[in-house]
């Protein structure tokens, strides 16, 4: 019996966090990052406001884990995408899936990338290091690119960095109504934009 009680106990704490972080994502996605409150989490989660601080230290804390969430989704995205065929191909799949993820979490996508943040990974250091999931795959195209001769031998993480600057300031963009275009014709300007981008790196 005591096995039992202390197992469920176990079972209860472990799943807080996760109860709570789901709670954090569902106001995120419906009302952005400004409505992410320790107060509305733990409402949403079924938990008391000081409940929470037993598994975040503060809100900084509990957004980055929400971040963190939102840099695995988006790895594994990427990584689904096939090393075959040429490259520039494979780089434009992966912008694609950038934006895909981009528009379908725009709440996200925010916190993640444009939204000053503690904990947040810094260029170049961060990326350097391999300390970046989502920039990581980025890095391992740009450098099939340059070693099969595609690609002008140069700076890699430099690449990644602007092919990332390209993707989500064109994004921050479109989400923020300063382009007066359909999302088809977006879709279509963001791929072409990525093939001009790429053609002035080829060798």
């Not at 019996?1 to 109860?19: D, E, F, G, I």
């Not at 895909?100 to 904990?119: C, I, S, V, Y």
């Not at 990326?127 to 920039?135: D, Q, R, V």
Request: hydrophobic share 45%.
């Amino acid at each position: 019996m005591y096995t039992l009680v202390v197992y469920s106990v176990y079972m209860v704490a472990s799943l807080t966090p996760k109860k709570i972080v789901k709670a954090g994502r569902r106001l995120l996605d419906a009302e952005g990052a400004d409505a992410v409150t320790m107060r509305r989490v733990a409402k949403g989660a079924g938990i008391t406001p000081m409940a929470i601080y037993r598994h975040f230290s503060d809100r900084d804390a509990l957004l980055h884990a929400l971040a963190d969430e939102g840099f695995v989704e988006l790895a594994a995205r990427l990584r689904r995408i096939s090393t075959s065929g040429p490259v520039e191909d494979r780089l434009l799949r992966l912008g694609l899936v950038f934006l895909d993820h981009a528009l379908e979490n725009p709440g996200l996508f925010e916190l993640m990338f444009l939204q000053p943040r503690t904990g947040a990974r810094r260029f170049p250091k961060d990326f350097e290091a391999g300390e970046s999931p989502t920039a990581n795959v980025v890095a391992e195209a740009v450098r099939a690119g340059m070693q099969s001769g595609v690609f002008r031998k140069d700076d890699v993480w430099e690449i990644v960095f602007e092919f990332g600057a390209l993707s989500h300031g064109m994004i921050m963009l479109f989400l923020g109504g300063r382009m007066g275009i359909a999302e088809a014709h977006f879709r279509k300007f963001y791929s072409q934009s990525f093939e001009r981008y790429l053609r002035g790196i080829r060798k």
